[in-house]
């Protein structure tokens, strides 16, 4: 069976557990088998959802906010050793 194939098989256990339910399938829902295929097919439980389209991936992405974060602190480092030197 191909890589493919499987991954096709992971999308579609979760697709048909979302259709069972009627609402967004919990790790909980499925064997402790099936969620490590899930997983290792598709990536953290996040992420499978998105991939199976039952899930809207974030605006935002984690690379996008860390980005940000790193230059929001590195201005306002900036702007504290501007203070203190104003300060002196």
């Known amino acids: 069976m ?3 194939a499987k991954t096709n098989i ?7 557990k ?3 339910l009627n ?12 969620v490590c295929f899930i997983k290792q097919k598709l990536g953290a439980w996040p992420r499978a959802l998105e991939a199976a389209g039952l899930k809207e991936p974030p605006a935002v ?12 602190m590195k201005k306002a480092r900036k702007q504290n050793k ?7």
């Open 61 to 72: 992405s984690a690379k996008q906010k860390s980005y940000r974060k790193r230059q929001r």
């Open 23 to 34: 609402a967004l399938p919990k790790k909980s829902d499925f064997s402790p088998t099936d």
């Open 10 to 16: 992971a999308l579609e256990l979760l697709r048909s």
């Open 2 to 4: 191909t890589n493919d």
């Open 18 to 20: 979302a259709r069972e």
């Open 82 to 88: 501007t203070e203190r030197r104003n300060q002196e």
